[in-house]
């Protein structure tokens, strides 16, 4: 290429480069700020207020750095592509989200501290012996990659089903315990979890529903199932760039005999007359379409015919597991400890119901504090 052409080529691709940065420094000022990452989970970085300290400590500079990453427009979608590359190219976990075979993701299986699970199994101990003469049970579930296992050969697991084991064997006497995982074994169902998300399905959360029943002495009630959406991707996909193209089916359970539902939201002081948010089937969490997702407490009223209540203490996992329930109970007060301000005995004293019921997953319940405090 001589001179001339060399000279005329530099000058447009220069050109062409600096149109590309502007349109792209354009999109980014017209994009509003996003304040959590669905697909990783997070809460992302805002803009920082620059000061004397900040300027001067260089602290600003990171935080600014920081933001620019989180913030940038097209950022999910570029993480996604970098994740497709490295799949065809071998890899298999990203994020903490392993690929297994036929297209099934699975989260690792954590290793709990001593810490945290001793001073868990005291609380359910503890809780317990202040409701004595009341109904206490604890039903935990199996993560999808204790049940359905075929993980990459490198991958580091921990061994649920031992903790499960040393849980129950923790238990005082007189707590009821669910054994989920062989009600989920001996179930039948074909689906257990969805493939592009931790959750396990409806027709699981059925299964363990009627194995609670008969840990407890109810009589399981009877369900029709539909289904609501045929497009659902879920956040482990998201969060790992796998299976974007993946579409699974989500199902709502709802009671043969009719019944009405009042749910009323303490903290957001709002209420509602169904368990099933519609809305939440177009947004990216199809997954809330469960009680309208995650909330620190919910008062649900029913009209079935007993005046027994009952206190559940859960994480998401417990979210399509409630409408089974209604049948059972005149009153669910339904607590995630995530997401409420204080302690959970302030909460087990403002609610004192026949039973209580702990339910929460594998990895959940052995990574965080259940007391709330």
Same mark, same amino acid.
């Given at each position: ?288 379409? &469960? !009680?309208? @997702? #995650?909330? =620190?407490? +919910? ?9 027994? /209540? %009952?206190?559940? *203490? ?9 409408? &089974? !329930?209604? @049948? #059972?109970? =005149?009153? +669910? ?9 204080? /302690? %959970?005995?302030? *909460? ?9 019921? &702990? !339910? ?14």
């Amino acid at each position: 290429m001589n001179k001339k052409y060399r000279g005329s080529f530099d000058r447009h691709l220069g050109i062409l480069f600096t149109a590309v940065l502007a349109v792209f420094l354009i999109v980014n000022i017209l994009v509003p700020d996003r304040e959590n990452s669905f697909t990783e989970n997070r809460v992302l970085a805002g803009l920082p207020k620059p000061s004397a300290y900040t300027l001067a400590s260089g602290t600003f500079a990171d935080d600014f750095e920081t933001y620019l990453s989180d913030q940038f427009a097209g950022r999910d979608t570029f993480r996604n592509a970098i994740s497709f590359v490295r799949w065809v190219g071998g890899n298999r976990e990203e994020h903490g989200v392993y690929s297994a075979p036929g297209g099934q993701l699975l989260e690792a299986l954590k290793e709990p501290s001593e810490e945290v699970l001793a001073a868990n199994i005291a609380f359910l101990n503890d809780t317990a012996a202040a409701r004595s003469g009341k109904r206490t049970t604890v039903l935990l579930v199996p993560d999808a990659g204790a049940v359905l296992g075929h993980y990459p050969a490198f991958a580091v697991n921990a061994d649920q089903a031992a903790l499960f084991e040393q849980v129950k064997e923790g238990l005082s006497e007189g707590i009821g315990w669910v054994d989920t995982a062989a009600a989920l074994k001996d179930s039948g169902v074909k689906k257990l979890y969805y493939k592009t998300d931790h959750h396990w399905t409806t027709a699981a959360a059925q299964a363990a529903y009627d194995s609670y029943c008969a840990a407890v002495g109810l009589t399981p009630g009877e369900f029709d199932f539909y289904t609501v959406s045929r497009s659902f991707n879920g956040q482990l996909s998201s969060i790992s760039g796998f299976c974007m193209l993946e579409r699974e089916t989500i199902e709502i359970a709802t009671p043969a005999e009719e019944e009405s539902v009042v749910l009323t939201y303490t903290d957001e002081k709002k209420k509602k007359a169904t368990l099933y948010d519609r809305e939440k089937l177009t947004s990216s969490d199809q997954y809330a379409v &469960f !009680l309208g @997702g #995650n909330s =620190s407490i +919910i008062d649900i009223s029913t009209t079935a015919k007993t005046d027994r /209540s %009952l206190l559940l *203490v859960k994480d998401s996992f417990a979210n399509c597991f409630i409408p &089974f !329930l209604t @049948g #059972n109970y =005149s009153r +669910i007060v339904v607590v995630d400890p995530r997401y409420v301000t204080g /302690s %959970l005995n302030s *909460v087990l004293e403002r609610y004192p119901t026949d039973d209580l019921l &702990f !339910l929460y997953s594998g990895n959940t319940f052995f990574e965080n504090s259940i007391s709330g405090q």
